[in-house]
């Protein structure tokens, strides 16, 4: 007998998508943080390193979560969901302490409505039946 293949649900590939793009995203902002060196320097010293070494794991950790949600490993149904709760936790604090007061109030409250969809679309895509068969999680 050979074991059975495992068929991803199409919600899983959209999920892994989207990390993988916002992996892609923190690595190409700390591509920018890079040439921009001397220019962002003179208006944040620590807050630069902070921000490069962010980008770093973010785009790190987001290239191995999308890798795990893509080939359904275990660990990555229960990853996803902390790693959402904690990028959000920290986008916010970098938004609260990085950014001037006109920048922060502009669409405040879009992008909190927009923060909560996202959160709330991880877990409802994770509650599904399937996506617990695709991860392990549940057996038939």
């Excluded at 993988?20 to 807050?47: C, D, P, R």
């Excluded at 149904?77 to 109030?105: D, H, M, P, S």
């Excluded at 405040?108 to 996202?118: D, I, P, T, Y």
């Amino acid at each position: 007998m050979s074991p059975k293949k495992k068929v991803r649900p199409w919600s899983v590939t959209l999920l892994a998508l989207g990390v993988l793009s916002i992996a892609i995203f923190n690595l190409l902002g700390l591509l920018q943080i890079v040439q921009n060196e001397s220019f962002l320097s003179s208006y944040f010293s620590f807050a630069l390193v902070w921000l490069g070494l962010l980008r770093l794991f973010w785009g790190f950790t987001g290239l191995g979560l999308a890798a795990g949600l893509f080939f359904g490993r275990t660990w990555a149904f229960t990853a996803i969901r902390l790693a959402v709760i904690v990028y959000l936790v920290f986008y916010w604090l970098e938004r609260f302490f990085f950014f001037t007061q006109a920048g922060r109030g502009e669409n405040s409250v879009f992008l909190a409505v927009v923060s909560l969809l996202v959160l709330a679309s991880v877990f409802w895509i994770l509650s599904f039946w399937k996506v617990k068969l695709y991860f392990g999680v549940i057996n038939e």
